[in-house]
């Protein structure tokens, strides 16, 4: 088996690899691809070193699977080239999300809809992943009808150069400004550009994956997307409308009991998700579960996930293991 980690450099990229090693994944040869300039630089993995080859040499060797994790327009150039090797291309950008010809995939939800014929698979948005997985229990036994999303972003979502502006601030250093704006003791409500309907590119992430992904155009869905000064975790209130009744015993339930969600809810001990506690973990949370007494069949929802695992790489991951499973690669 061999698996090709491209980006493997960035924070993304080396939280595959760590998770490569972490879950045992069978891997005989590792390909770990970056920038030109990267390229002869050797990373440790599995206790050894491991050079850093170039995008052709790592086509040229055919790996099974490769992780992508290098921004779209990389992508985009490169995805179908490994592609045509024949390699499966699992794609952490949102170059191929809404693409009609590929499948966006959270395993604990659609990976039964996976073929040998998918070379290119679309990873979806952090924040996407974690709404969705505390959606779609639901969706099975009320259905959705309406979702509203706050989300609570940490700049680990934005890269390795946020991070940067955050310190740099705390440190009172002068340096590279990824946002408009100072991140320290501040929010956001930007994440991403802004697009023609005054969304940005996030928000509209967040209406457009979780319908392609729970396979339902119905559901209508609005956000606002806000970042906030964390190095990792995102955080959202979701508002969630059922076309049937629920009880809110049955939801906790219901929640207890669905793999890969951890159900952490009970006010009288102060009991809630929190990134702090999600970091470096790979479920996804759920708590400050309540009826909304302002509208019927409409629930209130707090859920928290590390964005760069579950989020990312995780997930990423976690398709992968499906794919050899199955033997679909």
């Known amino acids: 088996m061999k698996i090709a980690v491209v980006g493997a450099t960035g924070m993304v990229g080396r939280v595959m690899l760590q998770l490569l090693e972490e879950r045992n994944v069978n891997v005989d040869t590792l390909l770990p691809v970056a920038s030109k300039k990267s390229v002869g630089n050797e990373i440790t993995f599995k206790g050894k070193q491991v050079k850093i080859v170039s995008m052709e040499d790592a086509i040229a060797a055919k790996p099974e699977i490769a ?60 924040s996407t992943i974690q709404m969705v997985m505390a959606l779609a229990p639901l969706k099975v036994k009320y259905g959705l009808k309406r979702v509203i999303v706050s989300t609570y972003q940490s700049i680990s979502g934005t890269g390795k150069a946020a991070v940067a502006q955050m310190e740099n601030e705390r440190n009172g250093v002068k340096g590279e400004m990824v946002y408009p704006y100072t991140i320290d003791k501040n929010c956001l409500p930007h994440c991403d550009v802004f697009m023609d309907n005054d969304y940005t590119k996030e928000e509209m992430k967040l209406v457009n994956e979780p319908r392609k992904i729970l396979d339902d155009d119905q559901i209508a869905i609005t956000a606002t997307a806000v970042r906030v000064p964390l190095e990792g975790g995102h955080s959202e209130s979701l508002n969630v409308e059922f076309h049937q009744e629920f009880d809110i015993s049955d939801v906790r339930k219901m929640m207890h009991e669905t793999p890969g969600l951890v159900l952490q809810d009970n006010p009288a001990t102060n009991t809630y998700p ?52 199955e033997e679909l690669v």
């Open 274 to 325: 929190m990134p702090k506690y999600a970091h470096h973990k790979d479920d996804v949370f759920v708590g400050r579960l309540r009826r909304d007494e302002s509208q019927p069949k409409t629930l209130n929802m707090w859920v928290v996930a590390d964005n760069l695992r579950k989020g990312a790489a995780t997930n990423a991951i976690q398709i992968a293991e499906h794919l050899i499973a």
């Open 67 to 126: 992780l992508f994790s290098a921004g779209g327009d990389t992508s985009v150039e490169w995805a179908p080239k490994f592609a045509e090797a024949g390699t499966t291309v699992i794609d952490n950008s949102s170059a191929w999300r809404m693409h009609p010809d590929h499948k966006l995939i959270v395993p604990e939800i659609n990976a039964e809809i996976l073929t040998s014929e998918d070379k290119i698979i679309a990873n979806p948005n952090c």
